[in-house]
């Protein structure tokens, strides 16, 4: 690319980028996950650099997209955790049981990385509010009576939010929180 075809691109995007309405960079400057409300909001976050990672995204950046609820956000959520990677967006479409039309004018905003089968060198995580007491003492540096007690203080004071609400109520230490982050889903 010359210099020259450089600075036109420079000049379109900076042209594009101005086209966006003042309100809506304002809120998407000060809201990181504020719901983008039309296909025009969609192209105007694009054209600020805001793209959503298919297989890192969390519900809440699902909920960013017009015409998505709250059901297929946490649909998406549970098979790309369950080890489901999504490649294009055909297979978005496909796990949503959506037509493609319907999602193509989204394609934009998302982008399909790649990052391989094994992810923290963890292949399989465990749900740490269904798991048994076995199923927990199989990760590495959860003792079994680590594992018992999560399970008697999961059937007495009900389910785990996160791993905030598993350190405060087993008042374990940082340092494992860290080792075990990686093996828990909540």
Not at 101 to 108: D, F, G
Not at 128 to 141: F, H, K, R, Y
Request: aromatic share 8%; glycine share 6%; charged share 20%.
């Amino acid at each position: 690319m010359t210099i020259l075809n450089w600075f036109s691109k420079l000049k379109q995007a900076t042209n594009e980028s101005s086209s966006i309405s003042p309100d809506l960079r304002l809120r998407l400057t000060q809201e990181p996950y504020c719901r983008l409300r039309s296909l025009s909001e969609v192209w105007g976050a694009v054209h600020l650099g805001i793209r959503i990672d298919v297989n890192q995204a969390k519900v809440d950046d699902w909920l960013r997209l017009p015409g998505l609820s709250i059901h297929q956000a946490r649909l998406l959520v549970e098979l790309r955790q369950g080890g489901v990677e999504f490649h294009s967006i055909e297979d978005i479409a496909a796990a949503l049981g959506m037509p493609l039309s319907a999602l193509t004018p989204l394609e934009p905003i998302l982008q399909f990385c790649y990052y391989g089968a094994v992810t923290h060198g963890v292949t399989n995580q465990i749900n740490i509010n269904t798991a048994s007491v076995e199923q927990l003492a199989e990760i590495p540096g959860l003792e079994l009576f680590l594992a018992r007690a999560i399970v008697q203080n999961r059937i007495h004071g009900g389910r785990f939010r996160d791993l905030v609400d598993l350190k405060n109520r087993l008042f374990l230490p940082g340092e494992l929180i860290t080792q075990l982050m990686h093996y828990l889903l909540f």
